[in-house]
């Protein structure tokens, strides 16, 4: 390779610069300078299949911006496939010929190789110029990820195949979405990649090849640019010296905000809580880092210890956070130590103070001064209340557009409950300004257009509850090629809002996923007036071949295909390779609409469809929450499986629910149904002893059968002298403690009754299945139930009371007469 970059350097580099390549050189340069006042950014694409070429031009463009902005210093991104040997080869020219060129010039600039692989630990940095070789992958994640890191001045460039021939071909991410059923992807995503670009603004696109203008940008701004102006409020509480570190009036807007956390709420309120929302790349993480600097001096004048947790979806959301926190000690002069996970910073901790980094599940079993949620767009609601409900001060930062998810439904779901509370006091600002550019930055525009970003559902009126009332819908069935083009834009961002509002988190591999998985499918609701109302996006799966069936019994993978995949390596009935089905990836409802039965009246459309397709079953997969499992279960879904863990983000175990459609899956579903309950009456006391008790009950009382069993009659199997224990307890002589054998072999035979046999109320069946079946503690169950222990005891008396009625036809007046009897002779003969 060193041979070839010297004979580069020297007979062919000046053969490349055609004319047509200086004019649009020329005009980029010309339009960098022009954005630049406005601290907007450029993007540049270079499209052909000449590798030397594009590379000779790219390292042409980057020089020409280096000599543009001497003074800049600029810091370099250069992201690749080392998979692929051209993306090497391109690499290497690049490298080899910069690195050349600065050390002859004397230019200081810092250029950066990396893999998409790695590309996460980019977050929050800052750059000038990136360069994105997407020829052999074109991943929406890696855009919506990377192009923010670029500031105000700076310039994108992606390298492209072919611009005319880019959509034909097959890149790593669309061969990522195939499945042993369908081993072709769609070639989608490329071509609505291409027809957004080419109908945006600031872009500007180059025919390496043929030495063509593709694409060039006629947008003027008048000239001059409004430098930043920053306010500082008056009465400030924390140092001085912290507000000088925001970039932005938002910033320093946001620190002030935290100044309402140093005390602690007074009666009535009963706990104080600031949350910040912005679209990507508005400070908030770095606003609430320099803040709680501010809390933390402040607090340890009054306290011991100032502890306070940091949670996000992940380690790396919250680095940003962290480098400001550090930042701000350092600029008051705090001493710390620093320690780390993985090259990230875990935790920040000091002679009286600690900043830690927590998993969002383990946040809350945390003794904290303060609980932060960082990218809480990204966590789901329930256990963002619970993070809300269980701290006095608290710190919310949401992501309203960007990768990482949607916030506007962190806005409406979470918010509405707090806003409603009135013992909390609630502080909210929406950041707005850019850290990195400028506002109305046209690669901003395209960025959230191309992956819809900012896609939100129809706006609602009284004419459309109209509509809803007479349930006028029209069943959408879209086909992914004529639903993703300039002309079905409007339909494509209302149908993928409502998903970004329903959904905790959508990244715009979701996007890419809806338009190049072969196997997926786009349904919706539709009211007459073209607004969309709920949508529904599916994924065919099965059969499966008795190669694979018989891999996957032995804890082999396959990719797709969740639902059999699952229910094979713990059903273990091989029939269930043989069916197929659409799993609802999801269902969505507009969040204005929700509770009219729309959803339902969605699900009955796509299991009409699944019948007509001839599929054998129709199912889905979610985090379990009780919501979401009787919306499920009313509509005729029966749960199959329960992960054996939780999600670590979610906190929610998954459940599979499923419905069949035609015979053998109506006795399979009822076998799968019965050993799955089964299952679950044998682990609540172990794997699943942290089981929302709630989602338990839903879980156990969903009963599957093809035929009613007359099993009410039915006793427990119990030895004479574990009937007199109980019958003792039931009289007050014995606690429940030295009787919890036998009245959890009364619980686990009430459970496998037939349903029609099981006559206790909720709030019984929701005793015995905390108390008896995950073995909590009184005190525990005082808090969940609100209720003295005392009365829990008593009513856990009444219980096993009951079922001794039901069981063997004695009545709590009548124990006496029954007690006390026990023979040897009658041992024997009953037992």
């Not at 080869?89 to 080899?96: A, K, L, M, N, T």
């Not at 901790?349 to 079993?365: C, H, V």
């Amino acid at each position: 390779m060193a041979r070839k970059l010297k004979k580069i350097s020297r007979n062919r580099i000046s053969s490349y610069i055609s004319k047509e390549y200086k004019i649009f050189r020329d005009i980029v340069i010309d339009k960098i300078k022009k954005e630049a006042l406005h601290n907007h950014r450029v993007l540049i694409i270079l499209s052909g299949d000449n590798n030397e070429k594009m590379s000779i031009l790219l390292t042409d463009i980057i020089i020409s911006y280096i000599r543009l902005f001497p003074h800049k210093k600029p810091k370099i991104l250069y992201i690749y496939h080392d998979e692929f040997s051209d993306a090497i080869e391109r690499r290497s020219i690049v490298g080899g010929i910069l690195k050349k060129y600065l050390k002859k010039k004397g230019f200081e600039a810092k250029i950066e190789f990396s893999i998409y692989e790695a590309s996460d630990r980019y977050l929050g940095t800052t750059y000038q110029v990136l360069v994105m070789d997407v020829i052999n992958s074109l991943k929406p994640n890696d855009i919506g990820r990377l192009i923010g890191i670029v500031e105000g001045g700076g310039i994108v460039i992606l390298l492209t195949p072919k611009w005319d021939e880019w959509h034909e071909r097959t890149n790593l991410f669309q061969l990522s979405l195939a499945v042993p059923q369908y081993p072709e992807p769609r070639k989608i995503f490329v071509k609505w990649f291409k027809m957004i670009t080419m109908d945006s603004k600031g872009i500007y696109i180059y025919d390496v090849d043929n030495d063509k203008i593709i694409k060039k940008d006629d947008l003027e701004y008048e000239e001059g640019h409004i430098a930043r102006s920053i306010v500082f409020p008056e009465n400030i509480i924390f140092n001085e010296n912290l507000y000088k570190l925001a970039l932005t009036q938002d910033q320093v807007n946001a620190i002030k905000l935290m100044e309402n956390l140093i005390d602690l709420p007074k009666k009535p309120m009963k706990r104080s809580t600031v949350v910040l929302i912005a679209d990507r790349g508005r400070g908030k993480s770095c606003a609430i880092g320099i803040g709680i600097i501010g809390l933390i001096d402040k607090l340890i004048t009054v306290k011991n210890r100032v502890r306070i947790g940091v949670t996000a979806p992940s380690l790396l959301n919250v680095q940003s956070l962290m480098s400001l926190a550090i930042k701000a000690l350092d600029t008051i002069g705090f001493k710390y130590n620093i320690i780390k996970r993985e090259g990230m910073v875990l935790e920040i901790r000091g002679n009286k103070f600690s900043i830690e980094y927590w998993e969002p599940i383990a946040l809350i079993k945390q003794d904290l001064d303060i609980a932060i949620v960082d990218e809480a767009a990204g966590i789901p609601v329930p256990l963002l209340h619970k993070i809300w409900h269980k701290f006095k001060r608290t710190i919310f930062a949401s992501t309203i557009h960007g990768y990482e998810g949607a916030g506007r439904g962190f806005s409406i779901r979470f918010l509405k409950r707090i806003r409603e509370d009135k013992t909390t006091n609630l502080y909210i600002y929406e950041m707005n300004e850019p850290i990195r550019y400028g506002v109305n930055d046209p690669v901003e525009k395209w960025q959230f257009r191309v992956l819809l970003l900012d896609a939100e559902p129809d706006e609602i009126d009284e004419k459309d509850f109209e509509f809803i009332e007479k349930k006028e819908f029209i069943y959408l069935r879209p086909n992914p090629e004529e639903l993703f083009t300039l002309e079905n834009e409007k339909l494509l961002r209302s149908i993928f809002g409502i998903y970004v509002l329903a959904h905790y988190r959508n990244e715009p591999d979701d996007l890419g996923m809806m338009a190049d998985a072969p196997h997926h499918s786009i349904r919706a609701l539709m009211l007459p007036n073209g607004k969309i109302v709920a949508a529904a996006q599916l994924a065919e799966e099965g059969p499966i071949s008795n190669e694979y069936i018989n891999s996957l019994l032995r804890g082999g993978k396959i990719a797709g295909n969740i639902i059999p995949d699952r229910l094979l390596k713990h059903g273990r009935l091989r029939d269930i390779g043989n069916g197929k089905g659409w799993r609802i990836v999801r269902v969505a409802v507009h969040p204005a609409l929700q509770g009219r039965g729309i959803g339902s009246y969605l699900l009955k459309m796509l299991e009409e469809e699944s019948i007509s397709r001839g599929y054998d079953w129709i199912g889905s997969g979610f985090g379990a929450t009780e919501e979401l499992l009787r919306f499920w279960v009313k509509n005729g879904y029966i749960p199959l499986h329960i992960s054996p863990d939780r999600n670590p983000v979610s906190a929610e175990y998954t459940v599979l629910v499923l419905k069949p459609l035609k015979d053998p899956w109506n006795k399979i579903v009822e076998i799968l149904n019965k050993e799955f309950r089964n299952k679950l009456l044998e682990s609540l006391h172990d794997t699943y002893r942290d089981l929302e008790i709630e989602v338990a009950h839903i879980l156990l009382s969903t009963q599957y059968s093809l035929k009613d069993i007359d099993s009410c009659n039915s006793v427990p199997p119990l030895t004479p002298i574990q009937i007199d224990r109980v019958f003792s307890y039931i009289a007050g002589y014995m606690t429940y403690e030295s009787c919890s054998d036998v009245i959890n072999i009364i619980v686990k035979h009430y459970w496998h009754l037939d349903r029609k046999c099981r006559n206790l109320d909720r709030d019984e069946e929701l005793l015995m299945i905390s108390k008896t079946l995950q073995g909590q503690t009184w005190e525990y169950l005082e808090e969940i139930f609100k209720t003295r222990k005392q009365r829990l005891i008593e009513n856990m008396r009444t219980i096993i009371t009951k079922l001794i009625v039901q069981f063997y036809g004695v009545s709590r007046e009548d124990i006496e007469k029954h007690m006390g009897k026990i023979s040897l002779d009658l041992y024997r003969e009953n037992s």
